[in-house]
């Protein structure tokens, strides 16, 4: 019997899928972030589907033109790979949405490099929102925000750069080398001059509408910090929300947007994938 590597792959997924929302509605999500009332948790529920709605916008937008697919099966990865993704700490869950979408599209750099890209733009965003807030409410840099700048900085740097790079090492090495070290160094430039060549013509098409509709998502979601919080300045509380993203500590707000997503994130999985089964069943017959 053959085994389908693409199938075997989909049911690792979905283990860890089940594995990850089991570990967190037993250990980690809590009654107390109901302590707010009713109509704070339904004012975070609707900021919750505006920012996954503009989320998984972002991403599509990306994908279109890269990947044969249309929004309702692009939703059904999205509700997939997402509450994993929120869940764990430090961005881990970004490897599971890599090896997902890498696994769609039969191309597991491809998808390594649409998924960065789409971490890539929503990070410039908010760094642009962070730096907005500081300089309208004024105080010092916190290292957290320091690292994220310098790391985007060279990101950006590096691009714009690798063009003149990679024609000045193509070029010497093809006049000083015919060795077997200098063809290999060759390919591994150009597979690296291919990958530029994929984002350069994502970002030339897409870069102004991709950072616009990051912005608007990251506005809704701190929007919601802004309005919710009570004691602490807004710049001090940006900061610890921040923090309890990337899994550096929480606040009541982080736990119930957290929470709120991952259901109605699995609830339209459920819904999309119930769909696109009766379409199976109806194309057939």
């Not at 764990?88 to 869950?93: E, F, H, I, N, T």
């Not at 109605?264 to 119930?274: A, P």
Request: with cysteine.
């Amino acid at each position: 019997m053959t085994i389908n590597k693409k199938n075997v792959i989909c049911v690792f997924c979905m283990v860890v899928l089940i594995a990850t929302l089991s570990y967190y509605f037993m250990f980690v999500a809590s009654t107390d972030i109901f302590d707010w009332g009713i109509k704070n948790s339904l004012f975070v529920l609707l900021l919750v589907i505006a920012v996954h709605l503009l989320k998984s916008l972002r991403l599509y937008i990306i994908l279109y033109g890269t990947l044969d697919i249309d929004y309702i099966n692009h939703l059904k990865l999205y509700t997939l790979t997402t509450p994993v993704s929120v869940i764990l700490p430090y961005k881990v869950g970004e490897v599971f949405r890599i090896v997902l979408y890498g696994n769609y599209m039969n191309d597991y750099i491809k998808g390594s490099i649409i998924i960065l890209l789409d971490r890539f733009i929503d990070t410039v965003a908010l760094i642009v929102l962070i730096l907005s807030s500081f300089i309208i409410y004024g105080g010092q840099i916190s290292f957290i925000v320091f690292f994220l700048l310098i790391f985007t900085c060279l990101l950006i740097l590096s691009y714009l750069s690798f063009k003149s790079f990679y024609l000045y090492w193509n070029k010497r090495v093809i006049k000083s080398s015919c060795s077997k070290r200098g063809i290999s160094f060759l390919k591994h430039l150009k597979n690296i001059n291919n990958i530029y060549e994929d984002v350069h013509m994502i970002l030339k098409g897409k870069g102004m509408i991709l950072l616009f509709i990051s912005l608007l998502s990251w506005i809704i979601e701190l929007f919601g910090l802004m309005i919710t919080i009570k004691d602490d300045s807004f710049r001090n509380m940006l900061i610890i929300y921040i923090q309890s993203i990337i899994g550096r500590g929480n606040t009541v707000y982080n736990k119930e947007f957290v929470f709120f997503s991952v259901v109605i994130l699995v609830m339209v999985f459920i819904v999309v994938s119930l769909l696109l089964s009766f379409k199976k069943i109806l194309e057939r017959d």
